[in-house]
């Protein structure tokens, strides 16, 4: 898989934030779970471009991966531009000095659980007012029957004979000697010698589980929120793990959205372009009345302000712009034809001033 993050996403290195965005959201539309089934290429297909975005849609992020690439300094938001916690300097203690650069591992020590991810698509009206959303998924938890350990009832964990409990073995590689986690217990130190029917010795089971989760208004496609404790079990009594939300806001019939402001399109007819009128349009809190003064052109803008969305941080409410597209009138009948001709026939330059401003132009021009 490509480790490109704008190819991942299918958006030349010069394209605009809007441009990423329509990427992201296409992409992650097309590799929804709900879509995919759930097929295991697609998640980890999935996983890549929620990667890609996450760093592209942030101006500093981008900026230091346009710079350094992935491997540039803080990319991984923490560690020291190397994607987490270790640094590449611990493989090499490892590899000279027997894993005594990083400290032996204590293999029973509590470790938290794993963090989830949950894609949840919301209308663009929810994104507007917000929303309580019920969610359900999958995590895995400490068996009931074991308590998480292995297990069975009326038996223990044995100490690991490979490891002698520590975990981790010791490795000759040439001169050298390398500490990697116990390939029999798997880095625990412990190992089931008679296992729980339940887990079928790992411990824990996959459980279903639902939640209620509260969107703020204003959110837009790629905010994430952070449920904590809702993740995975932890083991030997380590804390859960947190539930992460990513929100993707689905595209609407009626509006675009514009950060916080909304555009619509309006078609109005000939003879209100002309005449003007009074038009009730709609907004996403219900209709509203718009004024449409004589000689409205095509492509003109109207702001109806406070119409649009909250921002997420509670800094303004966005507005409305509507569009006006003047409807060319088609199929008439033989009567509008004469009545159009008419009206050509009694017109002047003064009745199309945009017209006359561009011949003017023209004979200036040549």
Avoid: W
Avoid at 12 to 20: A, K, L, V, Y
Avoid at 103 to 114: E, L, V
Avoid at 282 to 287: L, Q, V
């Amino acid at each position: 898989m490509s480790r490109d993050f704008y190819e991942k996403l299918g958006v030349p290195r010069g394209s605009t934030e809007d441009e990423i965005r329509s990427a992201y959201r296409k992409l992650a539309h097309k590799y929804h779970p709900d879509k995919t089934g759930g097929d295991k290429v697609a998640e980890e297909k999935l996983k890549g471009i929620n990667e890609a975005y996450d760093i592209l849609k942030n101006k500093e992020k981008r900026a230091r991966y346009d710079q350094f690439g992935e491997s540039g300094p803080q990319m991984g938001g923490g560690g020291g531009g190397f994607g987490g916690g270790a640094s590449p300097f611990d493989d090499i203690f490892d590899t000279f000095f027997g894993g005594g650069g990083r400290g032996q591992s204590r293999a029973n020590a509590p470790a938290a659980g794993n963090d989830l991810e949950y894609q949840l698509s919301i209308t663009l009206k929810d994104a507007a007012f917000g929303v309580t959303s019920k969610i359900n998924f999958r995590r895995s938890e400490n068996c009931g029957d074991c308590n998480g350990s292995g297990a069975a009832k009326g038996s223990q964990s044995q100490t690991c004979p490979q490891c002698a409990g520590q975990g981790q073995v010791r490795m000759s590689q040439g001169f050298f000697s390398v500490t990697r986690p116990c390939p029999q217990c798997q880095g625990r130190g412990q190992v089931v010698v008679n296992p729980c029917r339940k887990c079928s010795g790992k411990g824990q089971t996959s459980n279903k589980r639902e939640l209620s989760v509260d969107i703020p208004a204003g959110v837009d496609t790629g905010s994430r929120l952070r449920v904590n404790g809702e993740g995975e079990g932890g083991r030997n009594g380590g804390p859960r793990g947190d539930l992460y939300v990513l929100l993707i806001v689905e595209d609407d019939e009626i509006f675009v959205r514009d950060g916080s402001n909304l555009r619509c399109d309006f078609p109005i007819s000939f003879p209100q372009a002309i005449l003007g009128t009074t038009v009730s349009v709609p907004t996403i809190k219900g209709e509203a009345d718009l004024k449409i003064p004589a000689g409205t052109q095509s492509g003109t803008v109207f702001k109806l302000r406070g119409l649009g969305l909250p921002d997420l941080r509670g800094y303004r409410q966005g507005d409305q712009l509507v569009t006006i597209q003047v409807e060319t009138p088609t199929k008439l009948t033989k009567e509008q034809k004469e009545l159009i001709g008419q009206f050509e026939e009694l017109s002047s330059a003064k009745t199309y001033p945009a017209h006359k401003r561009f011949m003017d132009k023209i004979k200036d021009y040549f």
